[in-house]
DNA sequence: CCTCCATCCTGTGGGC
DNA sequence: TGCCCACAGGATGGAG
């Protein structure tokens, strides 16, 4: 999925087009995106008439909040993304879910349907997982001494804990490769094997790299799955350092970059500059 | 609580 | 061209 800076980058393609707007027509083309919200029909329900106040991010959830005390959440999962259209606009393939303003419709797009969409009162938000979510990568990042106890005394590798939004929300499998390489440690640590010095490079390095995708409207990959809600792709692919180049030359020391598979998914590393 | 792993989907690209 | 397999930006629930 998209990732904190591809997140970050809808939440703001959005907001001149939602905050303060009025939401006159809801609908869920595919029940299954709706599969959160406790009842389906209270999507459609809770949205129709009420106006949108503020567009919020948390990791990579979008928070919106919505008159009458009601979170609609969006996560666009791994292959999700929104679209600001007018009506009339010809409809991409996987438009599951439409919301309409008074002149603009947005489209959530999302072949794979790992995303979700629901509208929460603040009792069904805080038995939802975002009440459980870390702190925000970008906004919110905890001292390194923190971070250092979250990790003390764990086995899986740094690269798998980086990804659990428990501990810090909004990192994802790109920016993950990114960051360990930028903090040049190996992926497959064990958390707990870390030294202070490391938990602080890593710790140093998620900011300018998250602020750096965020830049560049994040990275849109090949099958660009991911566009900005105008429809454009994201720069960043061609700045990566690690992530997808697999025998490339590392940038930094030209050792060939190396895949490796940590919990089921691919890491990117340098050998040479990252142990 | 922690750790591991299968699972939810559709699309694409490579090898044969 | 077609077929089959591997893989893809994520999160979760259940087993142990």
Request: proline residues 7%.
């Amino acid at each position: 999925m998209p990732e904190l800076p591809e997140v970050e980058t809808t939440r703001r393609g959005l907001e001149p087009y939602l905050a303060g707007k009025r939401i006159v027509h809801a609908e869920s083309r595919r029940a299954r995106m709706l599969r959160r919200q406790p009842r389906d029909r209270d999507f459609a329900d809770r949205l129709q008439g009420r106006r949108v106040i503020a567009l919020r991010r948390q990791g990579k959830f979008l928070l919106f909040d919505v008159e009458g005390d009601l979170t609609w959440v969006t996560h666009l999962g791994m292959s999700g993304r929104m679209e600001v259209a007018e009506p009339g606009d010809p409809e991409a393939k996987h438009t599951n879910v439409v919301i309409r303003t008074a002149d603009h419709e947005i489209r959530f797009v999302d072949p794979r349907t790992f995303g979700f969409m629901a509208v929460f009162t603040p009792e069904e938000l805080a038995g939802s997982t975002i009440a459980r979510l870390g702190p925000d990568a970008l906004t919110d990042l905890p001292p390194s001494r923190a971070l250092a106890l979250r990790l003390e005394g764990r086995k899986p590798a740094i690269k798998s804990l980086l990804l659990d939004q428990r501990i810090v929300a909004g990192v994802g499998n790109i920016y993950g490769d990114e960051i360990l390489h930028r903090a040049r440690v190996a992926p497959g640590r064990p958390g707990g094997s870390l030294t202070f010095d490391e938990v602080k490079a890593i710790r140093r390095a998620i900011g300018p790299v998250l602020r750096a995708g965020l830049k560049y409207g994040g990275t849109s990959l090949q099958d660009l799955a991911y566009l900005l809600p105008d429809g454009r792709a994201g720069e960043y692919l061609d700045r990566l350092e690690v992530y997808g180049r697999d025998g490339e030359p590392c940038r930094r020391c030209g050792t060939a970059i190396r895949r490796s598979v940590i919990s089921q998914r691919s890491s990117f590393w340098c050998p040479s500059c990252q142990s």
